[in-house]
C-alpha cells in the first residue's frame, strides 16, 4: 500500500515579495542617508532612527526569506511544510527591536550626561525626507500589513521609524529655535519606549504560537459547545488546537459515539462545523463507540 502524506503548502506570494523588495530598496537607501546625516550633525536621534533602519533592513530581508520559505512545498521530514519561518521572523526581528532600543537608551544616558552640539537645520532637513521614506514604505506595505505575523511585525518597524522621524523633526526644531541640546537624547528615550510598546505584542503572540498555545480568538470552550449539538455524538475529549502559522489553524480530538450511530456521517459533520464556523480546516478525529447502555428487567 502507498501511502501519500497530506502536504501542507501555499505558493509563493509574488505581490508581498515585490513589495518588500521595494520597501528593502527605500530602507537601504536612507540608511546610508541617516547614518551620515547622523553622524555629520551629532545627532543621537538621527543615530537611533538610523539604528532602527538597520534592524528594518534585517526585518525585511528575513521577511523575505520567510516568505520565500513558508511558499516551498512539504516534504515528508517537514510534513507541515516551512510555515512556522514566518513565525520565527517575526520573534526574531521583535527581539531585535528590544536591542535596539536598549542601545539608544544606553546612548541617551551618556549624552545627558554630556549634551554634545547638534547641528539642528542639518538634523531637521535629513528627519524630514527620513519621514517622507518611511511613510512611503508603510503606504506600499499597508495593503498586506495584517495578513500574516511576519507582515505585522515588518510594519511595526515601519511604525517605529515613522514615530523616530517624527522625534528626530521635533527635536531638530526645538534645538533650532531653543538651543535647548537635551530635546535630543531625550526624544532617542522616548523613541526607545515606543519601540518596546509596538514590539511586545508581536514578541508575545510569536511566542504563543511557538508554545502551540490556543490561537487568538479561538475558544476550545465554544468548540465543545458547538460540537456537543453533534447529532450521536456523546462526548469529546482530549481536545487540542494551535496555530500552524497567522490564520492556520490544526485541531484533534477523541469524540465518543454509540455503537449504533453512523460514524460517517457525524465525522462529515464535525469537520464541517470546525471548518465553516471556526475557520479550522486541518483537523484530526478519532471516533470511538461506546456501547448502548440496555435496561435488563426480570419478571417475578
Request: contains cysteine; proline residues 4%.
Amino acid at each position: 500500500m502507498t501511502v501519500a502524506p497530506h502536504l501542507h503548502s501555499r505558493p509563493p506570494d509574488r505581490d508581498q515579495s515585490r513589495r518588500f523588495g521595494i520597501v528593502l530598496a527605500i530602507t537601504s537607501v536612507f540608511l546610508l542617508i541617516e547614518s551620515i546625516g547622523g553622524w555629520l550633525t551629532g545627532s543621537l536621534a538621527l543615530l537611533a532612527d538610523a539604528g532602527h533602519l538597520l534592524g528594518d533592513a534585517g526585518a525585511q530581508t528575513l521577511a523575505l526569506a520567510a516568505l520565500y520559505l513558508a511558499g516551498r512545498p512539504a516534504t515528508s521530514s517537514k510534513t507541515y511544510g516551512y510555515h512556522r519561518a514566518e513565525i520565527l521572523a517575526a520573534l526574531f526581528n521583535g527581539l531585535t527591536l528590544w536591542l535596539i532600543a536598549g542601545l539608544i537608551w544606553r546612548e541617551a544616558y551618556l549624552r545627558m550626561l554630556h549634551p554634545p552640539p547638534v547641528q539642528s537645520i542639518g538634523m531637521t532637513a535629513v528627519a524630514a525626507v527620513g519621514l517622507g521614506a518611511n511613510l512611503l514604505s508603510y503606504y506600499l506595505l499597508s495593503p498586506i500589513g495584517g495578513q500574516n505575523l511576519n507582515t505585522r511585525a515588518a510594519m511595526l518597524h515601519l511604525i517605529g521609524d515613522i514615530l523616530g522621524s517624527v522625534g528626530a523633526l521635533i527635536a531638530g526644531l526645538v534645538i533650532w529655535s531653543t538651543g535647548w541640546m537635551l530635546a535630543d537624547p531625550l526624544v532617542s528615550i522616548l523613541i526607545g519606549g515606543l519601540i518596546l510598546v509596538t514590539s511586545w505584542g508581536v514578541v508575545k503572540e510569536s511566542i504563543d504560537v511557538l508554545m502551540e498555545g490556543t490561537p487568538k480568538g479561538v475558544d476550545p470552550a465554544e468548540i465543545l459547545s458547538a460540537l456537543g449539538r453533534v447529532p450521536g455524538l456523546e462526548a469529546v475529549h482530549d481536545l487540542h488546537v494551535w496555530c500552524l502559522r497567522s490564520g492556520v489553524h490544526a485541531l484533534t480530538l477523541h469524540g465518543v459515539i454509540d455503537e449504533d450511530s453512523d460514524d460517517a456521517a457525524i465525522l462529515a459533520e464535525m469537520t464541517r462545523l470546525l471548518a465553516d464556523r471556526f475557520n479550522i480546516h486541518h483537523t484530526t478525529i478519532q471516533l470511538d463507540r461506546q456501547p448502548r447502555l440496555v435496561q435488563i428487567t426480570t419478571k417475578k
